[in-house]
């Protein structure tokens, strides 16, 4: 029996995320891997074309980042960050993200990734508020197509549908409104003359009145929807979504869970827009994957009230590992390093070849409805161009790619994905390129 048949065989006892029987029969089993490619156990080489799932910022074997971890763990592997203690390595990372991603936001909660960072984002509403006097501010709207974890509450704040049959009910409190989706933005939602992006927003607005402004605590959004599509918005949405949030007394959080510390060529996405949220989800990218880690980042506002609290009321919220010694010390490593590279950048620069690439590819391919991207982070999707109707191919692409040494995922049944490393060059872009028209040839030859 070969060594392959064996390890599947044995990968039957893990209980895979988003686990059904069916795609665990032959998955690849990946045993190391170098730059942005990564090689399995039967020695084939691939490219990692969503630089793990978005967050392997640096590549593969980064031996810094190993060191890291490593000097950590010979000094201080672990220990409480409840208070009364802390410790060096969460005390310096905290100071160097203060005022970082946003002036405003120089408080930080550390957690192990993004659903926690939500769910935690999620109770510093309700405690704002309720400190505020205001205890029924806790409805949170978000959007279709958005993703910010599977955990009960983010889960009931995720807006995909498929996340949700078999583990109901939600979490009530819950809604959601359309996205900012220019190729897929439903005509008879938008008035004359108006635009994407202040459709979008106004929805927003009409939500809030709705539900009633006295009952919404708090408005999520990723600043570029990753695993809802990679859906761009118009330049328009996002100040306009700021100044719906002001005007009604509802609090701003912007998911960067995917978007953070790179990724889009800003080093935090609203920056483009001009845009600050008053609570901030992060996680990837802070450690390129390394080690889990995530947290939340809160405005002056915000911590003012948490810090003036009695005892009796304070910011009852834990997790055993917030703040853990060698994920923070991998992450101050992590930051050093994007820095020093400028990642952000190079995600600048070769995301626009990127994504001119694929625009090529969609002239050439009349299945490819919709081509969009921001930064090293783009899709392209398979439709009617007209009437938007599914092309039902996207499997098949992304087989053909696989055969070919690239690597990455179709969301939904039409929408490839692409979100490489941020330390990509010019000439793997090329071959990613090349290999989607080849894949794209045979498919629909």
Same mark, same amino acid.
């Given at each position: 029996?070969?060594?392959?048949?064996?390890? &599947?065989?044995?990968?039957?006892?893990?209980?895979?995320?988003?686990?059904?029987?069916?795609?665990?029969?032959?998955?690849?089993?990946?045993?190391?891997?170098?730059?942005?490619?990564?090689?399995?156990?039967?020695?084939?080489?691939?490219?990692?074309?969503?630089?793990?799932?978005?967050?392997?910022?640096?590549?593969?074997?980064?031996?810094?980042?190993?060191?890291?971890?490593?000097?950590?763990?010979?000094?201080?592997?672990?220990?409480?960050?409840?208070?009364?203690?802390?410790?060096?390595?969460?005390?310096?990372?905290?100071?160097?993200?203060?005022?970082?991603?946003?002036?405003?936001?120089?408080?930080?909660?550390?957690?192990?990734?993004?659903?926690?960072?939500?769910?935690?984002?999620?109770k510093t509403v309700r405690f704002?508020?309720?400190?505020?006097?205001?205890?029924?501010?806790?409805? %949170?709207?978000?959007?279709?197509?958005?993703?910010?974890?599977?955990?009960?509450?983010?889960?009931?704040?995720?807006?995909?549908?498929?996340?949700?049959?078999?583990?109901?009910?939600?979490?009530?409190?819950?809604?959601?409104?359309?996205?900012?989706?220019?190729?897929?933005?439903?005509?008879?939602?938008?008035?004359?003359?108006?635009?994407?992006?202040?459709?979008?927003?106004?929805?927003?607005?009409?939500?809030?009145?709705?539900?009633?402004?006295?009952?919404?605590?708090?408005?999520?959004?990723?600043?570029?929807?990753?695993?809802?599509? %990679?859906?761009?918005?118009?330049?328009?949405?996002?100040?306009?979504?700021?100044?719906?949030?002001?005007?009604?007394?509802?609090?701003?959080?912007?998911?960067?869970?995917?978007?953070?510390?790179?990724?889009?060529?800003?080093?935090?996405?609203?920056?483009?827009?001009? %845009?600050?949220?008053?609570?901030?989800?992060?996680?990837?990218?802070?450690?390129?994957?390394?080690?889990?880690?995530?947290?939340?980042?809160?405005?002056?506002?915000?911590?003012?009230?948490?810090?003036?609290?009695?005892?009796?009321?304070?910011?009852?919220?834990?997790?055993?590992?917030?703040?853990?010694?060698?994920?923070?010390?991998?992450?101050?490593?992590?930051?050093?390093?994007? &820095?020093?590279?400028?990642?952000?950048?190079?995600?600048?620069?070769?995301?626009?070849?990127?994504?001119?690439?694929?625009?090529?590819?969609?002239?050439?391919?009349? %299945?490819?409805?919709?081509?969009?991207?921001?930064?090293?982070?783009?899709?392209?999707?398979?439709?009617?161009?007209?009437?938007?109707?599914?092309?039902?191919?996207?499997?098949?692409?992304?087989?053909?790619?696989?055969?070919?040494?690239?690597?990455?995922?179709?969301?939904?049944?039409?929408?490839?994905?692409?979100?490489?490393?941020?330390?990509?060059?010019?000439?793997?872009?090329?071959?990613?390129?090349?290999i989607v028209g080849e894949a794209?040839?045979?498919?629909?030859?």
């Open positions: 029996m070969s060594a392959p048949t064996q390890l &599947l065989e044995k990968d039957q006892h893990l209980l895979h995320p988003l686990h059904h029987p069916s795609t665990t029969q032959a998955p690849l089993i990946f045993e190391s891997g170098h730059g942005i490619w990564l090689k399995t156990v039967e020695g084939k080489e691939y490219i990692d074309g969503l630089a793990g799932l978005w967050n392997v910022l640096l590549g593969h074997g980064n031996l810094e980042l190993a060191d890291a971890a490593r000097d950590q763990i010979a000094t201080l592997a672990y220990c409480s960050s409840y208070a009364g203690s802390s410790n060096l390595p969460a005390i310096e990372l905290a100071d160097r993200l203060a005022g970082f991603a946003y002036p405003d936001l120089n408080t930080t909660f550390f957690t192990s990734g993004g659903a926690e960072s939500n769910e935690s984002a999620f704002y508020w309720k400190r505020l006097g205001k205890p029924n501010k806790t409805k %949170v709207i978000s959007r279709q197509n958005a993703y910010h974890g599977i955990t009960l509450a983010a889960m009931s704040a995720t807006g995909m549908s498929v996340y949700w049959p078999m583990f109901e009910p939600r979490v009530p409190g819950f809604s959601h409104i359309p996205a900012p989706y220019p190729f897929r933005f439903p005509a008879d939602q938008r008035r004359e003359g108006e635009s994407v992006g202040l459709a979008a927003a106004r929805a927003l607005e009409e939500a809030i009145i709705r539900e009633g402004p006295d009952t919404v605590g708090a408005f999520i959004a990723e600043p570029v929807q990753g695993a809802g599509g %990679v859906i761009v918005p118009p330049d328009d949405y996002f100040p306009a979504i700021r100044a719906i949030c002001d005007k009604y007394e509802v609090l701003f959080i912007a998911d960067e869970v995917i978007t953070g510390f790179g990724r889009t060529g800003d080093w935090f996405a609203l920056k483009r827009w001009g %845009v600050a949220p008053d609570i901030m989800s992060f996680a990837k990218g802070i450690t390129s994957g390394y080690q889990p880690l995530g947290g939340i980042q809160i405005s002056d506002a915000i911590r003012e009230v948490i810090n003036n609290a009695p005892p009796t009321e304070r910011w009852m919220h834990a997790y055993t590992y917030s703040g853990h010694p060698t994920c923070c010390a991998v992450a101050n490593k992590n930051m050093d390093i994007l &820095l020093r590279l400028d990642v952000a950048g190079n995600a600048r620069v070769l995301g626009k070849r990127l994504l001119d690439g694929l625009q090529a590819l969609e002239a050439e391919f009349d %299945v490819i409805g919709d081509t969009r991207g921001l930064g090293l982070m783009a899709a392209i999707e398979f439709a009617d161009r007209e009437t938007k109707q599914p092309a039902q191919i996207g499997e098949k692409v992304r087989k053909a790619c696989l055969q070919r040494g690239l690597f990455t995922r179709v969301i939904g049944s039409d929408i490839l994905a692409f979100a490489p490393p941020l330390i990509i060059s010019a000439e793997e872009i090329n071959l990613i390129l090349q794209l040839a045979e498919t629909t030859k």
